[in-house]
């Protein structure tokens, strides 16, 4: 009991109400993706927009948490790839990605408006995504993939493959630095890694499954996105068996974002008022005085 009296007494001072704030802005940046179709991490191509809002509010110089939604696209296609194996493949996929997040936001060093004007941080938290893998048809037309089952995802003969939900969940984590210009706004530019519980960011995940099973259940078009070597043309002819490898189930998907969030620093008691009058211009003030 002693002990953990102790521990509250000692984690007070985290949520005094001393210099809490509130921050509200926009975010654009790029966005990008790792996972079976994409083994780099930071890769050459495939790297694409992305813009959001966010919201924070801040107990103390040091901690607060984090509330934001951002809207962005990934993609990856195996004829990029460096690796042999990877190009003849073929798959590639496109997806965009609604997400919303929250977390806590930690700063290395208290900023604040009339003390230190920056500092370095580091942000955790959990957030759910919306994405629907695609690719282009040879015509050059949309194919969602989920609806073809290309990994045999709810046939009878393989109960171990459901079909998976285009809902997910992410853990996102990464950090930055925030620099205060003057009172009024921060500029933050930053990185975060969302870590996935899906594989199937990509459509790929498992192996192939018998080609002739699948165009039974299917049909054709699902065969036809499911394996996609024989559209080279060195291809001999050879459909893979079943269990063949397709993707790496031993990892789920990952995609990350980085950009750059300007926000508005507000006082969090009581001061909206006083914010108006200070900081926005005089004429516009002068209708609000009147």
Known sequence: MKRFILC??????????????????LTAGVCSYYGDLQSDLFPDYGVKAMGGIM?????NPH????????Y??????????????????NLSFASDILEFHGG????????????????????????VFRFNPYTQGVNGEKIYLRPLGTEGQNIPIYPDRKEYK????????????????????MVTPEIGFRYTNTDYLDDVSKSYVDFQVLK????????DYAFRTDELQNWDGNYPTYQGQRGDSKSNDLYWMAGLTVTVY?????????????????????????
């Open 216 to 223: 039974e259940y299917r049909g054709q078009h699902a065969v």
């Open 266 to 290: 507000l006082d969090a008691v009581g001061n909206m008022f006083d914010y108006w009058q200070t900081n926005c211009p005089a004429f516009l003030r002068s209708g609000r005085t009147r």
């Open 63 to 70: 901690i607060g948490i984090r509330f934001g939604a951002a």
């Open 8 to 25: 509250i007494a000692l984690l007070m001072p985290l949520v005094s109400p001393a210099q809490q704030h509130h921050e509200f802005g």
């Open 72 to 89: 962005g696209s990934v993609t990856a296609a195996d004829s990029l790839s460096d690796y042999v194996a990877k190009q003849e493949r």
């Open 55 to 59: 919201y924070k509010y801040f107990f």
């Open 166 to 185: 285009l809902t997910s969940v992410s853990f996102p984590v990464g950090g930055g630095i925030k620099f205060l210009l003057g009172k009024t706004f």
């Open 104 to 127: 806590f936001e930690f700063n290395l060093l208290p900023i604040e408006k009339d003390r230190i004007k920056f500092t370095p941080y580091a942000f955790v938290g959990i957030g």
